[in-house]
């Protein structure tokens, strides 16, 4: 499978994760939830990722809807 | 049958719920244990199910819903997470014994102190009497939105004035109100709102919860996994994951997921304005019956549609008996774990019939009730 530079968002909360999925959705914004990365933080949990070139659209939509408890980070996956 | 005890369990739900519940069943993993297919399906749906009940219970901004089993969960949740060992407690007599034993066992164990606002002669309270009860050390006050004995209601918004202009925790009891009487969480003041998903909102047994701020301090009920910060000695600090330990129940949520969306779609006013037809026919048609004695403050702008009743000095037991047996209509007798409520109203002994109402119940279900209470009281 061919690597490439991804933005993931992870997030504090569980319910925070599908609330920000709920609001990428609505503004159109592609990605998906992915596993929470080993490398970001271990003891599972759930990111988004999308491409890299996102993170302004990615971060006004989650200030929308009040998001503080995320973290953005760029993976080669 | 005749199904008339709608305020322990909504027996008729909307058509489509059962539906819904075995969909959840075949389509749903574990909420928050992974991002495959179902797993994502099980989280969609908790997350529609909090907006459901943000809208219906008009939530505002940094505040959420934590899901869990029923309203006594969530009651216990609040009791023993938020209110501090050692201080004043005010309740009412009109509690339920999902607030009752909880606040007795932190009497017990946690040396809190409690005082109980009194009933008037219908089962009302007064904030005048909180304003008198109220101590130095008083932190909390709980009570419900609505009696399960009388269906009166409480005057929510003044109670929650004097808790916002005293610093009082406020916590809620909305098992009865919820999808029975307009509830608006950010408005009326209240830090905590437990509610259930088996009664006025018809949804399965086994949905549940608390409304909250998210900056309220809540310890958890249960401890456990939660998907995320395995490593982690405590349970995540971030609300309502907190308080969401262990497997949810998304098969009922998802059932609860639907009933929420039909109220909201048929509008909860129209489903209050049904009921209390209904329960304006079941009053006009019992008032006239000699020898039935009716509890409550019927003529409350808001209450909901729940009226319970004794005749002569029957039985209360006896009368629901002969209702189920010989008329197959359904209600409950006794004290409906309400003991404080039935002292003020001085049924301790012989309890009283309890008839609710409910959505799906019907004029002609009234009328039949109606006839079969003339029936045993003549």
């Known amino acids: 499978m061919k690597e490439e530079l991804s933005l993931v968002i992870a997030f504090d909360a569980t319910s925070d994760a599908f609330a920000a999925e709920d609001v990428f959705r609505q503004n159109g914004l592609s990605g998906r939830l992915i596993p929470l990365p080993e490398s970001i933080s271990a003891g599972c949990g759930l990111a988004w990722r999308a491409e890299s070139n996102l993170e302004k659209e990615l971060t006004d939509a989650l200030k929308s809807i009040d998001i503080t408890s995320a973290h953005i980070y760029y993976l080669i996956l | ?378």
């Not at chain 2, 047994?205 to 309220?216: D, E, F, H």
């Open chain 2, 1 to 378: 049958m005749i199904y008339l005890d709608n305020s322990a369990t909504t027996m008729l739900k909307p058509v489509g719920v059962a539906e819904a519940v075995a969909n959840a069943i075949n389509e749903s993993g574990s909420y928050a244990r992974g991002a495959y297919t179902s797993a994502i399906w099980a989280g969609r749906t908790l997350h529609e199910a909090r907006k459901e009940i943000a809208k219906l219970f008009n939530l505002g901004d940094n505040q959420t819903v934590a899901f869990c089993a029923n309203a006594t969960t969530a009651l216990n949740t609040a009791i023993l997470g938020a209110i501090e060992p050692g201080s004043h407690v005010i309740t009412s007599v009109l509690e339920h014994n999902a607030v009752l034993r909880p606040l007795y066992r932190m009497q017990q164990t946690a040396g809190i102190s409690i005082d109980f606002l009194p009933a008037d002669d219908i089962g009302n309270i007064h904030v005048e009497h909180a304003k008198r009860l109220l101590r130095r050390d008083t932190k909390a006050l709980i009570l419900t939105h609505a009696s399960n004995v009388t269906g009166n209601s409480v005057d929510i918004a003044a109670f929650g004035k004097f808790a916002r202009e005293n610093e009082l925790l406020f916590i809620v009891d909305a098992a009865q109100s919820a999808g029975s009487i307009p509830i608006d969480f950010d408005s009326m003041n209240a830090d905590i709102l437990c509610f259930t998903g088996h009664k006025y909102l018809m949804g399965p047994q086994g949905t549940g919860g608390l409304c909250m701020k998210k900056s309220t301090r809540i310890d958890p009920l249960i401890y456990g996994g939660t998907g995320v910060d395995s490593f982690n000695h405590d349970q995540p600090i971030n609300y309502p994951d907190r308080l969401e330990a262990g497997t949810q129940n998304i098969h009922s949520i998802a059932g609860l997921l639907f009933a929420l969306k039909f109220i909201n779609e048929t509008g909860l006013e129209n489903i209050i304005a049904r009921k209390m037809a209904l329960f304006t026919q079941l009053y006009m048609g019992l008032q006239t019956i000699d020898n039935i004695t009716i509890y409550g403050d019927i003529y409350q702008k808001e209450r909901t549609s729940t009226l319970s009743i004794n005749i002569g000095d029957m039985d209360s037991a006896m009368v629901s008996d002969i209702l189920s047996t010989e008329y197959d209509i359904c209600t409950r007798s006794g004290a409906h774990c309400a003991p404080k409520m039935h002292e003020a109203l001085g049924t301790e002994r012989q309890g009283a019939v309890r008839l609710s109402i409910s959505y799906f119940n019907t004029e002609r279900n009234i009328e039949e009730t109606i006839n079969a209470l003339s029936a045993i009281a003549f």
